[in-house]
């Protein structure tokens, strides 16, 4: 019987600062061949001397071949000259050999190009989507000199409004020369349009609304007239313009100069101009643009010039500054107007200039979307790709030892160190290339997923600007490099002599420490995610399942019509009440929790002063309060009326007035909206949730209004919900022939608050486990390298008794530790990143232990399936093979 041959002992390397002395200070041209010799000489000695006695030869036979004590070989014209690695000669040999070596090692190659072209796929997807958003209102001229008035109202706390009273735009125009256009656009959302088609009328509910603008509008914003004249189209009352797809949405082919709309079915416009499409990349969304001196029609209070008392969201101001002024300067005879025409409210203003650049993205003035997430999808793009590099350098340099021969041959014949090198970098640029080629058409069947999640319009089009092939070819270039170079340097600097013996130790190829560190780095991002997805999870969960403090299962939210008198409106109510599968009915302006909200300053008992807080005004009949569930603590419910005769509050308004019993505010008086409403308080409810778990639970007062109604709430029996839907619209049909039912749950509406939180929640998922997948790729190519590389060492242990149990630990083990350190790498950048996160929340969860477990066994479980079905597979091995497999 053969006795199996030991493994042979890695190759005695001598000290490193004298290797770089020599590698420095020796002429180029022999010093790989000097490196050889000496490297042999000093094995030589180190067998029979010892390391001191190798050492100090060593030492002397570097010392004895440095300048001056060698000559260096004059170059003649005899000498080989080396052709230039960049020769085209040497390029088409790259290219050949490159593609060679990829198609013998398909595996390999599958690998690599799987995981750079995930990684390529979401930085490309990424980069669309961050370039979008930062090419929001780029286009206008002289967009740098555009700026929106915005309010910041001091109280007890600062709070933020993209609007201000309307009126100030008009005033500032007249008193001030600062500004070389100014001009108002007041915008309403879900308008009813009605077209006269025939004989028939057309209704339709445009979602983006209507905005009323002032003339300067159109000189303000590059908003181009494909027919009209954008001065005058809109200096006449009841005028309006289109863009090009609703004018082709409202009359087809026919020209609509001149034709006829009705908004909300009061009030007629002519169309007087036809509007270019509107660019996808600008938060201007209404596409029906009517004249300013129309306002006055549709909301009298609004269109006032004395309208100073509050503000809504509807209204907005912009304004183009002459060159040279500041906003400073501007923002600094702001004050005046606050002492001129609100001197004595509480609720102070300061008004402040917002650049048209910032208004996309400040979120204290309804942005859509934040610089700061912005950074977080480029951070996690960035750190993707750079996964999926680390993961091709782990790959390229376990494999290096198989190419160790490949690279002595070429050395012996000639070949120098840039030579390899830019072989290697061929290699990795033809992976490269594929994976982007692969990754381009992934990212265009991705696309409509990330178009619907972010409600963007992104499109990938290589040849429409200047961005996306320059990000490309950068991001090949430089994974070409960053993935390529450190291969690359770890096989052209193989020792020729020790390559072609096999000698080779580990740390000639990289060595175990580095594929070490680079798969720590991988797992390490990888639960860096992974932690974010459960505490994101966890959060959303806990907003949605938590008390909010009233009922809000099974409601249905539906708008009234716009022409609603109070006995058409009790008398849907009655008629949707008397429908079996309806349990309740309330006339409301909105729900408990809303994004719509009526702030105002309450003047308590009498005082002569507001108080210095602001209340959250619901008006609502009798019916809301024991429909939604409202847990009165103090008093009764109010009594029914349709108009303010007396007030409920909530706990918050006590505390407030710093009360120490709910009973005490009963029968005191309350006035709201500068007096226009008042009346005594009769009842407290116990808190609830008026808006999102990001914001403390505001003051509240609800009130009968029947004037600032909005919508009827309707509980209803989720097992005939479908039947009962039908029944609404049926008697909605009934009653507004001329208008269009609509409905929305409650829970979505709630939902909405979360919007951006469940919509990071998903790309953040999908990263992770992107993340994961190409770590995965990772482990399974290294775990099949160390199986091949100890194939008969594994039979050796079989041989002497080892079980598969203990093979199987030699790769997990390895691996189980590399994992424990990215876990202890991972955890502390985590919390600090979701702790930060969190704080954006009133109401929050915590971030346990718990956590950090399900993060751990999840990446182990991964792990096992990644590594087992390899590590089994050569575990279970017959010995007698493994020993002659070598």
Known sequence: MNVPESTPQPQPTPPRWVRWLLTRLHPEDTLEEVEGDLDELYAYWHDRKGQTQATLRYVLNVVSVLPPFVRRRKQTKQDYEHISSLHPAMLRNYLKIAFRNLTRNSTYSLLNVAGLALGMTCGILLFTLITYHLSFDNFHTQSDRIYRFVTEQHRETISYSRSVPAPLGKVFRNEHTFAEKVARIATFDDMLITVKQGREVAKYKEPEGIAFAEPDFFDLFNYPLINGSKVTALTEPNTAVLTERMAHKYFGGADPINQLIRIDNKIDLRITGVLKNLPINTDQRAEIIVSYNTLKQYDDWLASDDSWGGITSAMQCYVRLRSGITPEQVEAV????????????????????????????????????????????????????ITACVNFVNLATAQALNRSKEVGVRKVLGSVRGQLFWQFITETGLIATTALLIALLCSLAVLPFVNDWFKAHLSLNLFSGWQLPLFVLGLTVLVTLFAGAYPGLILAGFQPILALKGRLSQQAIGGFNTRRALIITQFAISQILIIGVIVIANQMRYAQQSEVGFDKDAVVMVPLATDSKPQTMHAVADRFSALAGVKNVSLCQAAPASNSNWTTSPRYDNRPDEEPFSVNVRAADDRFIPMFDLQLVAGRNSYPADSVREFVVNEAFVRKLNLPSSALVLGKKVSLNGGEFEGPIVGVVRDFHDKSFHQDMAPMCISTALKNYEYYAVKIDLSTAQTTLAALDGIWSQTHPDQVFSYQFLDDQIAEFYETETLMLRLIQAFAAIAIFIGCLGLYGLVSFMAAQKTKEIGIRKVLGSSTGQIIWIFAGEFTRLILIAFAVAVPVAWFAMSRWLQTFKDQISIGVDVFALAILGTFLVAILTVGYRSMKAALMNPVKSLRSE
């Open 334 to 385: 702001m004050p005046a107007y606050v002492k001129q025409y609100r001197p004595t409210n509480k609720n102070v203003h300061h008004y402040k200039l917002q650049p048209l650049a910032d208004v996309h993205f400040d979120a204290r003035y309804d942005g859509a979307m934040t610089k700061t997430n912005l950074w977080v999808l480029a951070c996690i793009g960035l750190f993707l790709i």
